[in-house]
Every structure is written in structure tokens, then in C-alpha cells.
């Protein structure tokens, strides 16, 4: 377990095998999308910045957002390809220096990415069990899932932390997701934990395993 002083957690766990020829199984190949946790996304204080400071680590900036034409966030990848996504979604992106520290302060996580088979079920789901209720964004499906590329959105009342919905999953119901199936577990992001202020009372909101079927 490891903390940054902006207060972010991580849990790392040894899998079991890597990725087949380094390329991560949920994000890096183009027809096939299995469900599962697609990347994290850190709220940092500018965006410029962070992405100075990852060059400066010797990272490459693979992928950016620029909704509107301004720069919104930046992605790269970890030594496993697992993706993270930096971002900064309101105000003016002011080029100040972004150090380790300032990675999550304030708000440990943005949202994380979650690639669904159901999107209408599991956005029931999570606001039925977990409490996201605020739709912040929605859009007309395409019936063809590589073609809905865009996020729905929901937001955990009475807070800033989000789930984008990624809704291009387009593989059988009976494939689950690949890091975590076939008894193995390959490199990637397996759970997200949210803090709560009583696990039993939150065991008993959960109702012993509620959502079955709903996990992808």
C-alpha cells in the first residue's frame, strides 16, 4: 500500500502474468472490447503542468482531451500500459509547476473509467447501490458499441467523485472481464475502493452481493 502526500492510496498486487506482447488487454486493441476498469483519472491543479512534470519523468504523453479545443487532461501509461489520465475540468488551465505532491490533492480521484455491456442496468446499479444519482452526462446510444466513444457520466451525491461509463463493450456476455478470469490475473486496475465511514452498515446497504450479473 502506498500514499502521496495529496492523500491517494494505491494498491499493488503482483499479477500473475503480463500482458501478451505489452499490450493491455482492455485498452489496446481496436475491435475487441472486453468490460472491465479502463484507466483513473487524477485531479490535478494544471493541466500544462502535469503534463511537464510527467516529461519531466521521463513518461510519454499518449493521449489528451480537448473538449471545445481547450486542453482538459492528459493520459499516459504505467510500466504495465495500464492507463491514467490526468485532468482538470473547470477554470483556466494556468501553467504552474506541478510536482508528485500535488497529484490527487484535495480530491484523491476524479473518476474512474468503467467499459459496461449494460449501460442502462449498471447506471441503475450504481445509483440503486453505490448512490450515484447525478447524471451529468448522457447520450443518444449508437447501436453499433464502437461507435458510442464518449462517457456517460454519474456523479456520487453530494460529491465530486464521479464514474464515466465507457459504453463501446462489445463482447459476449459470457466473457467477463480478462484481467481478473481464465484463473490468472493480468496487470491492470482490478477494484477501485471507496471510503466509507462504517463497513458493516455498508455491507448491510449492499445487501450481500447485490448487482449480480451487473459486475462488468
Not at 502474468?17 to 483513473?40: R, W
Not at 483556466?92 to 490527487?104: A, F, K, L, N, R
Not at 450504481?126 to 457520466?153: C, H, S
Request: one cysteine or more; charged letters at 25%; glycine letters at 12%.
Amino acid at each position: 500500500m502506498m500514499k502521496n502526500a495529496g492523500g491517494l492510496q494505491l494498491h499493488l498486487f503482483k499479477a500473475d502474468a503480463g500482458h501478451e506482447n505489452n499490450q493491455n488487454i482492455l485498452m489496446d486493441f481496436k475491435d475487441v472490447k472486453y468490460p472491465g476498469h479502463t484507466h483513473a483519472s487524477f485531479l490535478v491543479p494544471s493541466v500544462k503542468g502535469a503534463r511537464a512534470y510527467l516529461e519531466k519523468q521521463g513518461l510519454t504523453i499518449t493521449g489528451e482531451r480537448r473538449p471545445g479545443g481547450v486542453l482538459r487532461a492528459v493520459f499516459c501509461r504505467d510500466p504495465d500500459r495500464t492507463t491514467m489520465e490526468f485532468e482538470k475540468n473547470s477554470g483556466e488551465d494556468e501553467e504552474v509547476e506541478v510536482t508528485g505532491e500535488m497529484i490527487g490533492n484535495q480530491r484523491p480521484i476524479d473518476h474512474v473509467g468503467i467499459r459496461i455491456r449494460n449501460p442502462q442496468g449498471n447506471v441503475m446499479w450504481y445509483a440503486e447501490k453505490l448512490g450515484f444519482v447525478q447524471q451529468v452526462m448522457t447520450y443518444e446510444l449508437d447501436e453499433d458499441p464502437l461507435k458510442n466513444e464518449r462517457p456517460w457520466i454519474t456523479r456520487l451525491e453530494g460529491s465530486q467523485c464521479d464514474i464515466n461509463f465507457i459504453l463501446n463493450c462489445n463482447t459476449e456476455a459470457t466473457l467477463g472481464n480478462p484481467l481478473v478470469g481464465a484463473g490468472k490475473v493480468l496487470p491492470g486496475i482490478v477494484f477501485v475502493g471507496f471510503e466509507v465511514d462504517k463497513v458493516e452498515e455498508a455491507r448491510k446497504w449492499l445487501g450481500g452481493g447485490g448487482g449480480e450479473g451487473m459486475s462488468g
